[in-house]
């Protein structure tokens, strides 16, 4: 098992930018694949935000966050990093990270089995 934590979340205005990061402990997070989900405060489940491969070589992205969104890593640091840009109201959310053993993005959290408890982002209008 990998703990993960994650840390950046706050109060933001529309168009502003947050940088959020996911700690590991307990475990290298290299060989792990890990996603960004969030769940809105209407939402019944958490949704795909991004994700990245254990090498960082590939990265996929939901629609509604693509150009707006990066996803990135440094393994030698154990972290990865959500940076978010032109932030809108719609993203407000607990965002969460996750971590799997996966040879591929994942953009399921059902393939995931290591989640941090999320932090959360309040994007004002």
């Known amino acids: 098992q990998v703990q993960l934590v994650e840390s950046g979340g706050g109060l933001v205005q529309a168009g502003g930018s947050l940088r959020l990061s996911c700690s590991a402990s307990?475990?290298?997070?290299?060989?792990?694949?890990v996603g960004w989900f969030r769940q809105r405060p209407s939402g019944k489940e958490r949704e795909f935000v991004a994700?990245?491969?254990?090498?960082?070589?590939?990265?996929a992205y939901a629609d509604s966050v693509k150009g707006r969104f990066t996803i990135s890593r440094d393994n030698a640091e154990n972290t990865v990093y959500l940076q978010m840009n032109k932030l809108k109201p719609e993203d407000t959310a607990v965002y969460y990270c996750?971590?799997?053993?996966?040879?591929?993005?994942?953009?399921?959290?059902?393939?995931?089995?290591?989640w941090g408890q999320g932090t959360q982002v309040t994007v004002s209008s």
């Open positions: 994700a990245i491969s254990w090498s960082g070589a590939a990265t």
């Open positions: 307990g475990r290298t997070l290299i060989r792990y694949g």
């Open positions: 996750a971590a799997a053993l996966v040879a591929t993005i994942a953009r399921s959290g059902n393939e995931y089995d290591n």
